[in-house]
């Protein structure tokens, strides 16, 4: 599952976690709000923006995080986008992550070489997985490169859309799942982008080891009256 730290209150993001933990979520991604999340639809763009008006930083969001492992056992990965995270300094940031307990970080906009050549022994370092994005239109070359170089799992962006700009799993998207599954790659998949109910959401674990669900848990959290009850809803609803 997908939220935006910051979101809907300033004070939200261990209370969204624990509910999730507590509603039988398998694995948790904290959005970074950002100014310009090119990777991401309007629901999660405005998600983003509410944070920041918020008052949401990395600074504070880590600050939020310090005591997470006294009681999240979940696997937790921060997403982002790199220029946040060069600002604050990459290694500092990198050992801000293991200090709170952060197993690893998706940065769709940092570039695979760029990581390989600069960053990986910073990530390596602090015991960060770096969780890599391919796409329809990612090369098989490529994939493979993403396949060795990768530890945790991979995320499969399920189209070449926004997200939350799509709404089913459509026959073009499982040709492309059934040949990501063809090529044996070592690490798990995940699938994301147009993942947003059960059906979908079953749709997706044919073809992979499970899916993420972002933009309709953001738009559950914004109509919430009751954050705890209305994840477990929500939650309970796809699993």
Request: proline residues 4%; charged residues 20%.
């Given at each position: ?40 639809g309007e629901t999660i763009q405005d998600s983003n923006q509410k944070a ?7 600074k504070l969001l880590f600050e939020q995080l310090r005591e997470m492992r ?38 769709p906009d940092m570039p695979f070489d760029v990581y390989i050549n600069e ?121």
């Amino acid at each position: 599952m997908y939220f935006t730290a910051g979101f809907p209150a300033l004070n939200d993001t261990l209370r969204v976690l624990r509910a999730l933990q507590a509603a039988g979520a398998d694995l948790v991604e904290i959005g970074m709000p950002y100014s310009d999340p090119v990777a991401d639809g309007e629901t999660i763009q405005d998600s983003n923006q509410k944070a920041l008006l918020n008052g949401m930083s990395v600074k504070l969001l880590f600050e939020q995080l310090r005591e997470m492992r006294q009681e999240i056992s979940l696997p937790v990965l921060l997403m982002g986008y790199i220029n946040p995270v060069m600002q604050y300094g990459v290694a500092h940031f990198c050992q801000s992550c293991q200090e709170v307990g952060v197993d690893g970080l998706i940065l769709p906009d940092m570039p695979f070489d760029v990581y390989i050549n600069e960053y990986k022994d910073i990530f390596d370092r602090y015991g960060l997985l770096n969780i890599f994005l391919i796409t329809p239109q990612t090369s098989e070359a490529r994939i493979r490169q993403i396949d060795q170089r990768s530890n945790g799992f991979i995320y499969m962006v399920s189209s070449a859309s926004v997200t939350g700009a799509q709404t089913g799993i459509t026959h073009a998207m499982e040709a492309y799942f059934a040949r990501i599954n063809a090529m044996q790659l070592r690490n798990p998949r995940l699938i994301g982008f147009g993942i947003n109910d059960r059906h979908t959401f079953e749709q997706a674990c044919q073809h992979a080891s499970g899916a993420i669900i972002g933009s309709a848990f953001i738009r559950a959290l914004e109509k919430s009256q009751n954050l705890e009850s209305d994840i477990a809803h929500f939650v309970q609803n796809i699993k």
